[in-house]
């Protein structure tokens, strides 16, 4: 049965009240008026007793409905103001990271530096979610969040990507630095022509394969077989092709030390 409404609630209540009343009216009546015999006397009497009982215990009843309405309205306006207050929590925190981004990016110098996402320490990948890390890549960067979270996603599992082109090389080891600490980024710091290469022209997977089965599908230089890289001989940013001949498969690490002894 649907709830009734206050408003009849209270229709109720005013028509037992006045009920009462009259009833009350006729007992003070049977005992001050002297010219009503004295059996018919006693019957209205009784009778209008009995009508002010049955009407109290009417009114405790409308006052218990009466109460149980105005507790549910209660909830609800209470629930109302939740829901305004949780609006309001996610409107000022979207505001805060877009001011973040926008103040992220206003602290990029121009420079002849590349920022390139190589992937994510494999333990730290598991403790962050993605779209914590793609906010941390938001903020240090400037990068929209949907954006900062495709790049980190093919940086994972396709390959490296560029993130921040034409940057000075103290801009570049901030971010760097920023991202590796805050969430175990792999970050590389390449000239700008570098980043152009790699983002242009990925190595066509025939040549992959080549290069693959040719190296025994491990690194070149310590064997292992892990966090694989295909690593250019002469750097695209010095005029290296995506050939066959200029890649060979590297470990992660030992393409980290080779890099640096250049
Ligand atoms: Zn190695």
Not at 114 to 128: D, K, N, Y
Not at 159 to 164: M, R, V, W
Not at 202 to 224: A, K, L, T, Y
Request: charged share 35%; hydrophobic share 35%; with cysteine.
């Amino acid at each position: 049965m649907r709830p009734r409404s206050e408003a009849d609630v209270k229709a109720d209540v005013q028509r037992v009240r006045s009920a009462r009343k009259e009833a009350t009216a006729q007992f003070e009546e049977t005992m001050t008026k002297g010219w009503v015999r004295r059996l018919h006397r006693n019957r209205v009497h009784r009778q209008a007793q009995n009508d002010r009982a049955a009407a109290d215990v009417e009114l405790y009843d409308l006052q218990a409905e009466l109460k149980g309405l105005r507790d549910r309205a209660r909830e609800e306006r209470e629930r109302a103001r939740e829901v305004n207050r949780a609006e309001a929590r996610r409107v000022a925190s979207a505001e805060t990271a877009e001011r973040r981004r926008l103040a992220a990016l206003k602290r990029l110098k121009k420079g002849p530096f590349a920022l390139v996402l190589t992937g994510v320490a494999s333990r730290s990948g598991q403790q962050r979610s993605e779209s914590e890390m793609a906010a941390a890549i938001s903020d240090a960067t400037g990068i929209a969040v949907p954006q900062a979270r495709r790049t980190l996603q093919r940086a994972i599992h396709v390959e490296p990507q560029p993130l921040l082109d034409e940057i000075a090389e103290t801009t570049a080891i901030r971010i760097k630095m920023n991202l590796e600490t805050s969430f175990g980024a792999r970050l590389r710091i390449v000239r700008t022509g570098a980043s152009d290469g790699l983002a242009r022209k990925p190595i066509p997977p025939r040549v992959r394969s080549e290069v693959w089965n040719r190296d025994g599908g491990q690194c070149v230089d310590c064997g292992s077989r892990e966090r694989l890289e295909y690593d250019h001989i002469v750097p695209i940013s010095k005029g290296g092709a995506n050939t066959a001949r200029n890649l060979e498969i590297r470990c992660e690490s030992c393409n980290r030390r080779k890099g640096a002894s250049i």
